[in-house]
């Protein structure tokens, strides 16, 4: 097994990633993430992300009510960290491209070249339409279409003495944005559709994937892998996981059933409605939905052997190249993970670097 990428979900949004009142609830505060990061580092995990959020979703739990912005939130982390890297969130719908050259450009010097840029489209109509800047005639491919010409643009400003350009969504004119990052930034990139895959393998060095099935995330990730490969590039792909670790697999499962009981409905249902869903049909659906649903993403249980063990065996089905992890309770999950999983993982790898390498020493 070659080297797998494990990161952080970092929780700049109130609550974290449990729509739950009886699951652990992470505050949007500076001082919990910058403990989480720098956990995350000296734990081993390879890099921390922040998303960009900008209106929660109410309920009980008043899910990602409060949140904090990603690019300065880890700017203060390039700072609090040496090693691990720094990706943050840019909304191309929302921030011009010479605007985010030059912050991500700063942020590469901060972090001394551990910068990502995770360059999202804005696709959650409500966040948008409370600063009146949301375009509801836009499509699907037509936001794509903006993101790769934004993308273009800033990868032109990172590396051109000044930039002219009169696009379907930017104009740039003698534009300069210096001094130019060396080296780049690292592109991250989200999303399973077929515009969205495109981008990734264009421009994107990691591409973060969803899916309904292992065989179906298997499928995507050689889809990307194959795109790129055709560009002449190479692009990592991921995927997000919840770890609820316990010290049996009893009390893990018993741990995720307790999250479950609490799932806070009506921001489950708002959630929803913000991705385009009829309210009817959005409330209906969390009023039906399990207690499985307070995770937003997939999730493993059980004691560190069996989060091992699966963690394994996601990676090795789905053919990904590293996971970014998320914990309901992130100082504490972290720790054990840290402990326990983690090294499990690396003397996998190790053994099976191992085999390979006296397999081609025989060989040849």
């Known amino acids: 097994m070659q080297h797998k990428d494990y990161g ?50 109410g309920g009980a739990t008043d899910h990602w009510g409060e949140t904090l912005e990603s690019m300065t939130m880890m700017a203060g982390l390039a700072e609090a960290t040496e090693r691990v890297k720094i990706w ?61 010409e934004w993308t273009q643009a800033v990868l032109r400003l990172w590396s051109e ?6 696009g379907e969504f930017f104009t740039l004119t003698d534009c300069e944005s210096r001094p130019h990052p060396d080296p780049r930034p690292t592109i991250i990139s989200a999303g399973r559709s077929e515009p969205g895959r495109a981008f990734q393998a264009k421009y994107a060095d990691g591409a973060f ?36 670790q316990g010290e049996t697999d009893a009390a893990a499962e018993a741990l995720a059933i307790r999250y479950g009981e ?4 009506e921001a489950l249902g708002n959630m929803r409605r913000s991705w385009g869903w009829d ?38 089905t789905a053919e990904l190249d590293g996971l970014m992890l998320i914990f309901p309770d992130y100082l504490e999950g972290l720790q054990s993970f840290g402990e326990s999983v983690l090294p499990a993982l690396r003397a996998v790898e190790l053994a099976d670097s191992t085999e390979l390498a006296d397999s081609t020493e025989l060989v040849t």
């Open 8 to 57: 952080v979900f970092l929780p700049n949004a109130a609550g974290g990633w449990m729509i739950s009142s009886t699951a652990p609830y992470p505050p949007a505060s500076y001082d919990y993430n910058k403990q989480v990061a720098q956990l995350a580092e000296g734990i081993g995990l390879d890099f921390i992300m922040a998303m960009a959020k900008w209106r929660g979703f």
């Open 88 to 148: 943050a969130t840019v909304h191309a719908n929302m921030q011009n491209p010479a605007f985010a050259a030059k912050v991500f450009t700063t942020l590469q010097q901060i972090s001394d070249g551990r910068a990502g840029m995770n360059i999202v489209n804005g696709a959650y109509a409500d966040e948008f339409i409370q600063m009146g800047i949301w375009d509801a005639e836009m499509s699907h491919a037509a936001r794509y279409r903006m993101t790769e």
């Open 161 to 166: 003495p000044s930039v002219t350009m009169n």
């Open 209 to 244: 994937l969803g899916a309904e099935t292992l065989d179906e995330m298997r499928d995507l990730s050689r889809d990307v892998h194959e795109r790129a490969a055709s560009e002449g590039r190479e692009v990592r792909t991921y995927s997000m996981l919840t770890i609820v």
């Open 262 to 265: 609490g799932i806070d409905r």
């Open 279 to 316: 309210p009817a049909r959005a409330l209906s659906w969390a009023q039906g939905a399990k207690g499985e649903e307070a995770f937003q993403t997939p999730y493993v249980t059980g004691s560190a052997d069996t989060v091992t063990e699966r963690v394994l065996s996601i990676l090795e």
